[in-house]
Antibody, heavy 119, light 102 residues
Framework: EVHLVESGGGLAQAGGSLRLSCAAS????????MSWVRQAPGKGLEWVAN????????EYVDSVKGRFTISRDNAKNSLFLQLNNLRVEDTAVYYC????????????WGQGTLVTVSS | EIVLTQSPVTLSLSPGERATLSCRAS??????LAWYQQKPGQAPRLLIY???NRATGVPARFSGSGSGTDFTLTISSLEPDDFAVYYC????FGGGTKVEIK
């Protein structure tokens, strides 16, 4: 069974940093693109970033370019999202998800980790 | 950047009724479109991928159609468990349609 578990969320000040992690199990992690998706409180879903199987390609939504960095460690079946220069509007639940089809269609999701940015 | 517009924003229906949800893309996305269901406090659940393929374990009452710029998610007969928010996605997500009990 596919299992994705996020961690690393919490409270940060505007301008600060956090590092999110996602532990994957139950599937060949190195064989899949992976995504991060976020959801602000009471709002819709927003795709944030994704990374190719070997880490050689990464894409980001415009609002986080230059501030967030996605990475992975296939030896440890782990996905990461480094959040720098945080803004209040980055407050959201961040989900790790496994891509199963083109353009970040995701078939398995973690339970999410909450990031709260205070001013 | 492709923008997805979902309509209606809210759909009020009774159990047993048919639900028809729309997703329109600002430019052609071929058939690379997914539909998700999300309930309060839960992660999204993939229902449909590549516009018309049901994901594993998804009941047959859910179906997807369309290509290019216009897509539809149809729930043939609403079950009590189907009342939720539905999103379309082609990397970016649409704004969602809430299916609520009338």
């Amino acid at each position: 069974e596919v299992h994705l578990v996020e961690s690393g969320g919490g409270l940060a000040q505007a301008g600060g940093s956090l590092r999110l992690s996602c532990a994957a199990s139950g599937f060949p992690f190195s064989g899949y693109w992976m995504s991060w998706v976020r959801q602000a409180p009471g709002k819709g879903l927003e795709w944030v970033a994704n990374i190719k199987q070997d880490g050689s390609e990464r894409e980001y939504v415009d609002s986080v370019k230059g501030r967030f960095t996605i990475s992975r460690d296939n030896a440890k079946n782990s996905l990461f999202l480094q959040l720098n220069n945080l803004r209040v509007e980055d407050t959201a639940v961040y989900y790790c998800a496994r891509e199963s089809a083109h353009y970040s269609q995701c078939d398995n999701w973690g339970q999410g980790t909450l990031v709260t940015v205070s001013s | 950047e492709i923008v997805l517009t979902q309509s209606p924003v809210t759909l009020s229906l009774s159990p047993g009724e048919r639900a028809t949800l729309s997703c329109r893309a600002s430019q052609s996305v071929g058939n690379y479109l997914a539909w998700y269901q999300q309930k309060p406090g839960q992660a999204p659940r993939l229902l449909i991928y590549d516009a018309s393929n049901r994901a594993t374990g998804v009941p047959a009452r859910f179906s997807g159609s369309g290509s290019g710029t216009d897509f539809t998610l149809t729930i043939s007969s609403l079950e009590p468990d189907d009342f939720a928010v539905y999103y379309c996605q082609r990397r970016a997500f649409g704004g969602g349609t809430k299916v609520e009990i009338k």
